[in-house]
């Protein structure tokens, strides 16, 4: 059995999505730990998800490509999508650590809707 890499944000993955989707509107939620900023935070839940998913879809039948993997998740998930807003909603608050997530953090270069 192999290591998983889901867990950094120290959420369940239903926590992780509530926490990122409440990014979506206004006024951004706080961090969900008091140690670390709301960025790092959405980092954090972000990173999770994007395991999660990674993981799910590597343990498919057939041994799907890294490539159809990452174009199956942008441009087919629901996660994919909302990650996607995201990216255009942090480039617009006020906080840096958020306008770097939403540069070149959240979204791989390269990808768009």
């Given at each position: 059995?192999g290591?998983?890499?889901?867990?950094?944000?120290?959420l369940?993955?239903?926590e992780?999505?509530?926490?990122?989707t409440?990014?979506?509107?206004?006024?951004?939620p706080?961090?969900?730990?008091t140690?670390?900023?709301a960025?790092?935070?959405?980092?954090?839940?972000?990173?999770?998800?994007k395991?999660f998913?990674?993981?799910?879809?590597?343990?498919q039948p057939?041994?799907?490509?890294?490539d159809?993997?990452?174009?199956?998740?942008w441009?087919?998930?629901?996660a994919?999508?909302?990650?996607?807003d995201?990216?255009d909603?942090?480039?617009k608050r006020?906080?840096?650590?958020m306008?770097?997530?939403?540069?070149?953090v959240?979204?791989p270069?390269?990808?768009e809707?």
């Open positions: 059995l290591r998983s890499t889901v867990g950094i944000s120290g369940s993955m239903e992780a999505a509530r926490y990122v409440s990014h979506l509107g206004e006024p951004p706080p961090s969900y730990d140690e670390m900023s960025a790092e935070a959405l980092k954090r839940a972000c990173d999770d998800l395991a998913y990674h993981e799910a879809a590597v343990a057939g041994n799907p490509a890294g159809e993997i990452q174009k199956w998740f441009k087919q998930t629901t994919g999508k909302v990650f996607l995201l990216r909603i942090c480039r006020a906080e840096p650590g306008q770097a997530l939403g540069r070149s959240l979204v270069r390269g990808v809707r």
